[in-house]
């Protein structure tokens, strides 16, 4: 089992930043994917950026150029990095960690979420 704990959301005006952060314990193996999905009201559970223990990053299309994905891989921890934000950025935020001894052999897990909101 692995435990996600997040923090960093909060209440922001539109153009500002925040940084999120996800702090993994348990039973983490030496493959991993980690990074952020994001649920708006009324909308789909949606992937914002996934980052490996290699170093390989993936970012919607609607956040690059804004958001940066960055892990600590030796203290189990994935930030997100959210500058220039938008009213359209408001939604809960998801910790996503998938863990496994090999590539095709990954579990994942979720966060409880934190939420953002953006003022416009």
């Known amino acids: 089992q692995v435990q996600l704990v997040e923090s960093g959301g909060g209440l922001v005006q539109a153009g500002g930043s925040l940084r999120l952060s996800c702090a993994a314990s348990?039973?983490?193996?030496?493959?991993?994917?980690m990074g952020w999905f994001r649920q708006a009201p009324g909308k789909q559970r949606e992937v914002v950026a996934l980052?490996?223990?290699?170093?390989?990053?993936n970012y919607a299309d609607s956040v690059k150029g804004r958001f940066e994905i960055s892990s600590d891989n030796a203290r189990n921890r994935v930030s997100l990095q959210m500058n220039t934000l938008e009213p359209e950025d408001t939604a809960v935020y998801y910790c996503?960690?998938?863990?496994?001894?090999?590539?095709?052999?990954?579990?994942?897990?979720w966060g409880q979420g934190t939420q953002v909101t953006v003022s416009s």
């Open positions: 980052i490996s223990t290699i170093g390989s990053t």
């Open positions: 996503n960690w998938k863990t496994g001894s090999g590539w095709n052999d990954l579990k994942q897990y």
């Open positions: 348990g039973s983490i193996f030496r493959f991993n994917v």
